[in-house]
Every structure is written in structure tokens, then in C-alpha cells.
């Protein structure tokens, strides 16, 4: 048994589809056992056709459930539900990842999935015309939303002998998951957060912006560390070369401060809380020209007008629990400047940026901040990589909520 591992003394619950990829399961159970998890395998009917119960039976020391009433018991699927610590289905065929998007529990697999409390880890397997369907994507995002984690698929030659996306996570890989899942706080599995983040551009002509220079890496690092911690993060970005690419992050991608004041507006209403780390332009052009503005004479104006202020119109919708937080990018006069956003647009606590600080704002990998809270509590941080940073602000909010 290996005691280092962070499986060492889990209890698994590992559901088993019918996929070619089926026979990988039974690796995937003699590692779990060797990492010191206590494994008990769930398979569906059809998976058996894949692959012999004895054999999982044998590997993973314990009987195997293909049937959702035993002889024994008649809730055995409630039982192993509240049992787990974690169940992974490995391999989720179209049919299986379906049926648990939609609550359909006529098969023990499905029916202890929707008994589980625990943490759930999903590792599909299928043709790659069937992963890019529109509606295996759309049981995906449904079953990310409901806190699942999705293994992601590999690339490579199919049982079909196409290539593409769509092979099952290799054992070894669903190990190194569940491994950082287990070594890692998740004490924001349930909550949902709402992260602005990058600029916005508001357009002048089809070829003109007016922008800023966020590149949305503090927004982005914050919904890294609250996707790490568990929690299902909705992170309306706007234009930034970044991609986060994290199970429990869905990334909402917008242009103008109009886009993401009704993204916002949508989302906020089933979130515990909301970390608004958007450059949003303050001002744009009142009229957009149609077409390209030519090049007359030796001066031009453009009229602007404000644009929304997302974070105050959230301060103003938000009940008793949901937490709001702000931030502040000041030069001059900033914990006064940033008390005052923190009052005027009912943040709970604001991060407060200096641009006076080296290293700290715009484009630098790493930042200085100051947390100033609702009854003035002021503390500051020294100069860390924004990763770090983003580790300090989400816990300030983890212990609010
Ligand atoms: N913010 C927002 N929507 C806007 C402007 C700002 O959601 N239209 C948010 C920012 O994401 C940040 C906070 O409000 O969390 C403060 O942003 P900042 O630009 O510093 O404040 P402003 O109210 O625009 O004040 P000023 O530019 O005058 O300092």
C-alpha cells in the first residue's frame, strides 16, 4: 500500500459504461488499490459484454454491483452513495453521460450517481463525432454546472479507426486527477462565483476600439484558485489572449462593458458571490459608425457617454448572503479613494492596487494589494506572483462564505 498517496484510505466507488474502453478500468481499479483506496465497482449492463465482473471482483477485492435491487438489499444504490468519498465513471459513454445529465436512474450506476454526495469525477470515452455532437457538449456544460468534474478526453486513434478526440483518460491520468483533487483544500465544492475579468473594448468604427491594457491575468488567476477550491466558477472574460482551460471554470466571453453588464446581470442571481477584477471602460462612443471614419481634418472628437457600472448595479441587486468584491486601481489618495468605491458600491471587501507599487497592476506577473473590508479593517500584502495573490483574496472571500 502506498501511504503517500493521497488515496490511501478513500473509499472509491468506480461505475463502469459499456465502451471498448471499458478494459481500462480494470487498470484503473488495480491502481486505485495499490494507491490504498478501498474500491467497490458499479458496472451497467452492457459494460459487462466489455468486460468480466470476476475480473473487477477479483482486482478490487470486493463484490461487483450490475443490478440496482439486490437480493440483499433493496437501496444498496443509497447505501454506496453515502458511502464514497469520491465516485469516478470511467469509462462515460454518450448513453451513460445522457442519462446523468437528465436524472434517468435506470441502471445502478446512474442511480448511485444521483445518491452521491460525494465529489464526482466523470472520464468519458466515445467516437469523436459523438464527443463534438452538440448534445454530448451540452450534457457536458449541464453536468460541469452541477459541480462534476469532467476528465478530459485525449486525442488519437478510435475503436472505429478514426482519429480525433473522444479516447478515455489513460488510468494513470485518472490517478494524477484524483491525487490533485485529494491533496488539494476543496472547501468551495457547491458555491458559485461569478468573475469578471480583462478588458473591455467598446468599438469607435468596424476597425476601432477604444480598450484598455488589462490583460486579465489577476481576474483570471482568482478563477483558477476558486475552481481549485471547488467552487463552479462562471468568469466573464473580456478580450484577452488568455484561455483558462478548468473543468469547474465556464468561460463566458464578451467585448464591450454593455456585453458584460448583461452576462452579470444574468448569472449574479444564483451565485454566493461575485469578484469583479474587470478593467471595464468607463466611457464609450455614444454612436458607432457604420463604416471605417476616413481621415479629414486635422482634429476630431469623439462623444462619449458613461457606460454601466456593473459592480454598483450587482451591489444594489444583491441579497444578505451573496459577497461582492471589488477592486480599485488608484495613483493618488488610494485607501481614501478605495474606502469610497467600497462604500459606494456595497462591496463587502475591495482590493486595492497602487500604481505607485512596482510590479503591481496592468500586464506584470505579479501584484501588491491591500484588502480593505467593510468596517475598515485595512491589510496589506507584500509583492507575490499573481497566482499567490489570487491564493489571499480567494481566502478572504472562502472565509465569508
Ligand atoms: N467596475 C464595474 N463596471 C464599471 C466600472 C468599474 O464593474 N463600469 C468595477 C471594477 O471591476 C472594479 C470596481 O468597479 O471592481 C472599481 O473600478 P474602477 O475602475 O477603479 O472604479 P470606477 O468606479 O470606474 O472609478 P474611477 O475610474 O473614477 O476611479
Excluded at 454526495?117 to 454546472?145: G, Y
Excluded at 483533487?181 to 475579468?197: E, M, P, R, Y
Excluded at 478588458?199 to 483558477?224: L, Q
Aim: glycine letters at 6%; charged letters at 20%.
Amino acid at each position: 500500500m502506498n501511504t503517500l498517496s493521497s488515496l490511501n484510505n478513500k473509499r472509491i466507488v468506480l461505475g463502469i459504461s459499456g465502451s471498448i474502453a471499458a478494459y481500462k478500468a480494470a487498470f484503473l481499479t488495480r491502481l486505485l488499490i495499490k494507491s490504498g483506496a478501498e474500491v467497490k465497482v458499479l458496472m451497467t449492463p452492457s459494460a459487462t459484454a466489455f468486460i468480466s465482473p470476476l475480473t473487477l471482483s477479483t482486482l478490487s477485492k470486493n463484490e461487483v454491483h450490475i443490478d440496482v435491487v439486490s437480493d440483499k438489499s433493496w437501496n444498496n444504490h443509497v447505501e454506496m452513495g453515502l458511502w464514497a468519498d469520491a465516485m469516478i465513471i470511467a469509462p462515460a459513454t454518450a448513453n451513460t453521460l445522457a442519462k446523468l445529465a437528465n436524472g434517468i436512474c435506470d441502471n445502478i450506476v446512474s442511480a448511485v450517481y444521483l445518491s452521491a454526495r460525494c465529489p464526482v469525477f466523470i472520464a468519458p470515452a466515445m467516437d469523436v463525432d459523438m464527443w463534438h455532437h452538440p448534445s454530448t457538449q451540452e450534457n457536458l456544460k449541464r453536468l460541469q454546472s452541477y459541480s462534476n468534474t469532467i476528465i478530459p478526453v485525449n486525442k488519437g486513434e478510435l475503436a472505429s479507426g478514426l482519429y480525433g478526440e473522444g479516447r478515455m483518460a489513460e488510468p494513470e491520468e485518472i490517478i494524477t486527477f484524483l491525487n490533485g483533487f485529494f491533496s488539494k483544500k476543496q472547501d468551495l465544492i457547491g458555491k458559485n462565483v461569478l468573475v469578471t475579468a480583462g478588458p473591455t473594448f467598446e468599438p469607435i468604427d468596424p476597425v476601432r476600439f477604444i480598450g484598455n491594457h488589462s490583460s486579465g491575468k489577476m481576474g483570471v488567476a482568482i478563477a483558477e484558485e476558486l475552481a481549485t477550491r471547488g467552487a463552479t466558477v462562471h468568469l466573464v472574460l473580456g478580450p484577452s489572449k488568455l484561455s483558462p482551460n478548468h473543468n469547474n471554470i465556464n468561460v463566458i466571453r464578451i467585448m464591450t462593458a454593455q456585453e458584460m453588464y448583461d452576462k452579470c446581470v444574468e448569472i449574479f442571481p444564483d451565485c454566493d458571490a461575485a469578484i469583479m477584477a474587470a478593467a471595464v471602460a468607463d466611457y464609450k462612443p455614444s454612436t458607432v459608425a457604420t463604416t471605417k471614419i476616413k481621415k479629414k481634418k486635422e482634429d476630431m472628437s469623439i462623444h462619449l457617454s458613461k457606460t454601466k457600472d456593473i459592480a454598483a448595479s450587482l451591489g444594489k441587486k444583491k441579497n444578505k448572503k451573496q459577497i461582492l468584491v471589488g477592486f480599485a486601481l488608484e495613483t493618488n489618495n488610494e485607501i481614501i479613494n478605495a474606502q469610497s468605491k467600497l462604500e459606494r458600491k456595497n462591496f463587502d471587501f475591495i482590493v486595492l492596487n497602487s500604481l505607485k507599487d512596482k510590479g503591481a497592476g496592468f500586464n506584470f506577473d505579479t501584484n501588491k494589494i491591500t484588502i480593505i473590508k467593510k468596517d475598515n479593517n485595512i491589510r496589506k500584502f507584500e509583492l507575490k506572483s499573481k497566482k499567490e495573490t489570487a491564493k489571499d483574496i480567494v481566502q478572504e472571500l472562502a472565509l465569508l462564505l
